[in-house]
């Protein structure tokens, strides 16, 4: 009786041992496996802030970027823009040998740098640019006596007036919303436009 009340003794506790074990290894995975959750959860936190941190630099860079390349653009086009008056005062001025090597050099760094612009820009800005483009190369055909009509076309210098005048507005609006300036044209963030021709 006494060999068996010892036996079972022994049994007793050391199943107590082993269950308390097992009771507070449960609790420690318990425990452990809540602290992974909150280091995964502050993890996942410093990544995102990283992220978000990450996209900001870069639309920072790219609108930096954006911002030089318009202001290029748009500093070729005021300097282009008086090739545009000038016929409407004087249509003689497009014959003179100076003025139209002058046109050509500026509308030469048009294409140059309007290539640089239409790089990643929006559809609008695209759009807009190509109008430009359009109302540029109607123009140049007066300024290269080789290139113009033969049937006795008229140039209508004030309709390109008009022409650029729209297509300038418009692309300046157009890049304004991409850089997320607002829309209004005319401002002081990239140029002063003078007001177009009657």
Same mark, same amino acid.
């Given at each position: &009786?006494?060999?068996w009340a010892a036996v079972l003794g022994f049994a007793g506790a ?8 097992? #009771? @507070? ?9 809540? %602290?992974?959750?909150? %280091?995964?959860?502050?993890? %996942? ?23 030089? @390349?318009?202001?290029?653009? /748009? ?5 282009? %823009?008086?090739? /545009? ?6 249509? @003689?001025?497009?014959? +003179? ?5 002058? *046109?050509?050099? #500026? ?10 612009? &239409? ?8 759009? @807009? ?7 540029c190369k109607d123009l140049a055909v007066w300024y290269s006596p ?13 309709? /390109?007036?008009?022409? *650029?005048?729209?297509? *300038?507005?418009?692309?300046? +609006? ?14 002081? +963030? /990239? ?8």
């Amino acid at each position: &009786m006494t060999w068996w009340a010892a036996v079972l003794g022994f049994a007793g506790a050391l199943a107590g041992s082993w269950g308390g074990q097992l #009771i @507070a290894s449960r609790r420690e995975d318990r425990r452990w496996q809540r %602290e992974r959750e909150r %280091e995964d959860l502050r993890h %996942e936190r410093e990544m995102e802030k990283l992220r978000l941190q990450h996209d900001r630099d870069v639309d920072l860079a790219w609108r930096s970027e954006r911002h030089a @390349a318009y202001t290029r653009l /748009f500093t070729v086009m005021l300097a282009l %823009e008086p090739k /545009f008056h000038a016929p409407t005062e004087d249509p @003689a001025v497009v014959d +003179d040998t100076a003025e139209q090597k002058d *046109f050509h050099r #500026i509308h030469h760094d048009l294409h140059d740098v309007y290539t640089l612009v &239409m790089i990643g820009s929006s559809t609008e800005v695209d759009i @807009a640019g190509r109008q430009l483009i359009g109302v540029c190369k109607d123009l140049a055909v007066w300024y290269s006596p080789g290139l113009r009509p033969t049937d006795g076309e008229k140039p209508d210098y004030k309709g /390109f007036v008009r022409a *650029f005048n729209a297509a *300038f507005e418009a692309l300046i +609006d157009a890049c304004r919303q991409e850089l997320r300036l607002g829309s209004q044209a005319r401002s002081a +963030d /990239f140029a002063d436009h003078p007001e177009s021709a009657n």
